[in-house]
């Protein structure tokens, strides 16, 4: 009777767990934010979510090589959700020919009421430029940081978020002048002064 050779023991996972284990410690920590980060820059949340989503599973086989996790999956998620933009933009054209359907509309997004939130609603009021700094403003990058990042002058970047900062101001002046203008001309609102 010949006996069957044994099986080879796969090796311990313990050095390569490890990496597993701060991986899932920095996605949980990060995901909600980068899809936030994303959805700043003007991309709707399931948009938002693609695009990490994909980043994410990408980062991971190169999880060990990455030195600063937190800005390569930023620009890595802009310029993934950049990419599907273009292919969005040109699907009429290629459904025409054939080579894919347009996404379906109507369909219900669980994340409308995040989508609809105010913060995201006025940062659309900005250019892509201002939107893309003060994408990384709110996520704690000082402007040197942010300079550093995407390859631009410190200026530029500190006149792009004072720009943004006063277009954002205006808005909301605006809008909180539209919403008092409204409540007062109700039927019911006014108050009458002085006697009867």
């Not at 990490?52 to 030195?67: K, M």
């Not at 040197?144 to 943004?164: D, Q, Y």
Request: charged content about 30%; proline content about 5%; aromatic content about 8%.
């Amino acid at each position: 009777m010949v006996g069957r050779a044994e099986e080879p023991k796969p090796p311990k996972q313990e050095q390569g767990r490890e990496g597993y284990d701060e991986f899932a410690r920095f996605v949980h920590e990060e995901h909600l934010s980068l899809v936030k980060f994303v959805a700043t820059l003007g991309a709707s949340w399931e948009e938002a979510e693609d695009a990490v989503g994909d980043v994410l599973t990408e980062l991971l086989p190169r999880w060990n090589q990455i030195r600063t996790p937190r800005a390569y999956c930023r620009l890595a998620a802009e310029r993934t959700w950049i990419n599907s933009e273009v292919r969005l933009r040109k699907a009429p054209e290629a459904a025409v020919r054939g080579f894919w359907t347009p996404a379906q509309h109507g369909v219900s997004d669980s994340y409308d009421g995040l989508e609809q939130d105010d913060a995201l609603r006025h940062l659309r009021l900005l250019n892509q430029e201002q939107r893309r700094v003060m994408a990384y403003v709110f996520d704690g990058y000082a402007p040197e940081e942010i300079a550093a990042l995407l390859n631009k002058n410190p200026g530029t970047v500190r006149s792009n978020i004072r720009h943004a900062r006063k277009r954002l101001k205006e808005a909301l002046a605006a809008e909180q002048a539209r919403e008092l203008s409204e409540t007062t001309n109700r039927p019911g609102t006014q108050t009458h002064l002085g006697g009867s």
